[in-house]
């Protein structure tokens, strides 16, 4: 579905728009959140579209009741962030504000959240999902 890029190292945690149509996905270089993208990819395309240029990733979409618009949720290592979203369009049609603190995340750019189709949100709460640890 998707090709790398020169410099990118991976594309991760996809996650299909309701009408089957395109994908969100994060661009990851295992450095770090910072230069984390998130970017959209209609499918039968090969050019993927930035939507969160920096310090974004594990991106989910949930719709705003009948509307076709909804808002973009997604992970920095902070915790979580929304913005209005146009599906159709693929762009964010809002500035993203904070709506969770402190929810687990990890160094491959994951988050321990879900937001179901009602717009219920589940996550684990907790600072970083990676700790030292000694191999016994």
Same mark, same amino acid.
């Given at each position: 579905m998707t090709s790398l890029a020169a410099g990118e190292m991976s594309h991760r945690w996809p996650f299909t728009l309701?009408?089957?149509?395109?994908?969100?996905?994060?661009?990851?270089?295992?450095? #770090?959140?910072?230069?984390?993208?998130?970017?959209?990819?209609?499918?039968?395309?090969?050019?993927?579209?930035?939507?969160?240029?920096?310090?974004? #990733?594990?991106?989910?979409?949930?719709?705003? #009741?009948?509307?076709?618009?909804?808002?973009?949720?997604?992970?920095?290592?902070?915790?979580?962030m929304a913005a209005r979203f146009d599906p159709a369009?693929?762009?964010v049609t809002s500035p993203a504000v904070p709506i969770v603190d402190n929810v687990v995340t990890n160094l491959s750019g994951g988050a321990h959240f879900d937001v179901s189709a009602s717009g219920t949100l589940a996550y684990v709460p907790g600072n970083g999902g990676e700790a030292n640890r000694d191999l016994a």
């Open positions: 309701p009408d089957g149509k395109a994908i969100l996905f994060s661009i990851w270089n295992d450095i #770090g959140w910072e230069p984390a993208r998130i970017v959209a990819q209609r499918m039968g395309s090969q050019e993927h579209k930035v939507i969160v240029p920096a310090g974004g #990733g594990y991106a989910r979409f949930v719709a705003d #009741g009948p509307r076709a618009a909804g808002f973009l949720v997604y992970a920095r290592e902070e915790g979580l369009r693929l762009e």
